[in-house]
């Protein structure tokens, strides 16, 4: 009846249950080990890169540059807190990450530009300007 039963209590035993989420082990003690989620688009202009950030500060990313390869780290620090708060439950992950992407030689790497917005991280990387596509000229006719 039941497909979820669990062996160490009934779905019916509520008391039991909220004890078990209440309870101080449950509160999650060492970081998570993510790797956010990227997407990589290319426009006639260049590429972009949309990084999941959540939770990350712009102080918190940093973007380096060696030869071909972009690095992206974020270092995310969990808040303070008094030290007379007593958690019961966290499910908050705090965690640190890097992720690096080759870049083609097409990328104009003088003019690459990042902004952070509702906690995605967006990488602009313009093509060189000999390889974008010519914009469409108007031609007058008299």
Not at 1 to 14: C, Q, R, V
Not at 39 to 45: D, F, G, M, S, V
Not at 57 to 72: I, P, W, Y
Request: hydrophobic share 35%; with cysteine; net charge negative.
């Amino acid at each position: 009846m039941y497909p979820m039963k669990s062996s160490t209590h009934s779905p019916l035993n509520f008391d039991q249950l909220f004890e078990e989420l209440l309870s101080p082990r449950r509160i999650h003690t060492k970081n998570a080990i993510v790797r956010p989620a990227a997407r990589i688009l290319e426009t006639p202009a260049g590429f972009e890169i949309e990084l999941l950030a959540p939770g990350f500060s712009k102080a918190e990313l940093s973007m380096t540059l060696h030869g071909d390869q972009l690095v992206v780290k974020g270092q995310n620090k969990p808040g303070t807190r008094e030290t007379e708060t007593k958690t019961w439950l966290s499910e908050f992950q705090f965690s640190d990450f890097e992720r690096s992407f080759q870049l083609p030689e097409t990328v104009d790497v003088e003019h690459i530009e990042a902004e952070v917005k509702e906690g995605i991280l967006c990488i602009k990387l313009p093509k060189k300007p000999e390889l974008q596509a010519p914009q469409p000229k108007q031609i007058s006719i008299n």
